[in-house]
Nanobody, 126 residues
């Protein structure tokens, strides 16, 4: 099992930016796609972005397309989420996740992932 540790969350004003990082403990980081999700109380996890293991393909949820950018550095076993033009509705706990080996679900589904971080809180003030 891999340990995922998110960082970079915090309080930001509307229109501002943050960059989240997710560091993985496993040396096999480069073998798996990675994803970012978020959750607010009372709501289901929302897919934000995913990136394939070689960065050839990226995917975005409709609510963040054009504002968020996912990237990864396999040498550092880290995946990033650059978040721009943040709005109050982006306030949530943000999680990274590692692809499940042999997954049968789309990377847009939480079921495609097997390991999750503890999350980092992002709060956007108006």
């Amino acid at each position: 099992q891999v340990q995922l540790i998110e960082s970079g969350g915090g309080l930001v004003q509307a229109g501002g930016s943050l960059r989240l990082s997710c560091a993985a403990s496993a040396r096999t980081f480069s073998n798996y796609a990675m994803g970012w999700f978020r959750r607010t109380p009372g709501k289901e996890r929302e897919f934000l972005a995913a990136i394939t293991r070689d960065s050839d393909n990226t995917y975005y949820g409709d609510s963040v397309k054009g504002r968020f950018i996912i990237s990864r550095d396999n040498g550092k076993s880290t995946v990033y989420l650059q978040m721009n033009n943040l709005q109050p509705e982006d306030t949530a706990n943000y999680y990274c996740a590692r692809e499940k080996y042999g997954r049968t679900f789309s990377l847009l589904s939480p079921s495609a992932y097997t390991d999750w971080g503890q999350g980092t809180q992002v709060t956007v003030s108006s």
